[in-house]
């Protein structure tokens, strides 16, 4: 297995090993389909949207899963084995994914979409990086399609998978921001060329990647309805990071203190958060689909505000089943920022048609 070395803003990929990649395995031959797996539910879309028929997608993780406890089976092994192209959130959210790359004999190429990003370091307040243009690191994804091959980015050369996810360094919750998602698409878009230069997948992707620039700008007018000091946010986990730095929203507190949704609260957390909640006058605690929203209520009601839950939880670490508003990842942003912004008593801009 190798990681590929894409164009452009992609640089070097993360996870570098040996052996056969992509079309060494058959795609891209006469007849034969590039086969894809992505760990995520949200890169499964996201992949599917741009590759269209080109390419046979599979995703390791189902609705409304989380990757953060993911236990892989004999079907992603299965999956993996037969490969082309594997496709990863990266920084460190797969913590499972060196194992599993070994146990299935996975002999293609790994491409990690957390690359071309700046990621927020864990535990890092998105204020930080106030006064910072935010569009800055998207100019990049939306201005020339495809540039010249990037060097080696020093530091990950010969770094393996596991040794990559061990890190822990970075809040892995890229995809808030549909500007990192409009990244994420351009590394797949040119690894998935790379691998099969046959693929015609140039009007597909372009037409997507125009699709995640408008989400972003509706996002952005959306969420400006509502004064910068009342865009207040509790949810489950520390996941909504990259969306406080993209959006002026205060994240107030989570009902888990942790980036990881498996992680626990204790009775004096539980406390603090409850008393920051009454403090700023948070509206709203929202649960997330893939936990169980139990201490999210009980957070809710010694608080005094409303729980949002079940079909208006937030779509965080997974999409929602297929067929349902969070089934796909632009539906999933657009429910969850409807969700936020009526929260705090405004209403969103009508919601485009071509992200309808």
Wanted: net charge negative; aromatic share 4%.
């Amino acid at each position: 297995m190798r990681t590929l070395t894409a164009a452009g803003a992609i640089g070097a990929m993360a996870l570098a090993v040996t052996g056969c990649a992509g079309a060494a395995n058959g795609a891209g031959s006469a007849g034969d389909r590039l086969e894809i797996v992505t760990t995520t539910t949200q890169l499964a879309d996201i992949t599917s949207e741009l590759v269209g028929d080109a390419a046979e997608v599979t995703s390791l993780l189902q609705p409304g899963a989380s990757a953060h406890s993911f236990d892989p089976g004999p079907a992603a092994l299965g999956a993996l084995a037969d490969a082309d192209l594997l496709i990863v959130n990266g920084a460190g959210l797969e913590e499972w994914l060196g194992d599993t790359v070994e146990a299935s004999g996975f002999a293609g190429t790994v491409v990690d979409t957390s690359e071309p990003i700046d990621l927020l370091e864990a535990g890092e307040e998105a204020d930080a990086h106030a006064g910072e243009d935010e569009d800055a690191h998207a100019d990049e994804a939306e201005g020339e399609e495809h540039a010249e091959e990037a060097p080696t980015e020093p530091g990950h050369e010969g770094e393996t998978a596991e040794e990559h996810a061990a890190h822990g360094e970075f809040d892995p919750h890229v995809w808030t921001d549909p500007a990192n998602a409009i990244l994420q698409a351009q590394a797949i878009r040119d690894a998935v060329t790379a691998a099969d230069p046959e693929a015609d997948i140039d009007a597909s992707a372009d037409a997507y990647i125009a699709q995640l620039g408008e989400l972003k700008e509706w996002m952005r007018a959306s969420i400006e309805q509502v004064p910068v000091d009342e865009r207040l946010v509790v949810t489950t986990h520390d996941t909504f990071g990259y969306l406080e730095r993209a959006f002026d929203v205060q994240v107030v507190g989570t009902v888990l203190p942790s980036l990881d949704d498996s992680a626990d609260a204790s009775a004096a957390h539980i406390d603090e958060l409850v008393a920051e909640i009454r403090e700023t006058g948070a509206p709203v605690v929202f649960s997330e689909n893939a936990i169980d929203p139990q201490l999210a209520a009980t957070i809710a009601r010694e608080a005094g505000v409303e729980l949002r839950q079940g079909e208006d939880a937030l779509a965080a670490d997974a999409l929602g089943a297929e067929g349902t508003p969070t089934g796909t990842y632009i539906g999933s942003l657009v429910h969850n920022t409807t969700a936020m912004v009526t929260a705090w008593g405004a209403e969103p801009l009508p919601v485009p048609e071509s992200l309808s």
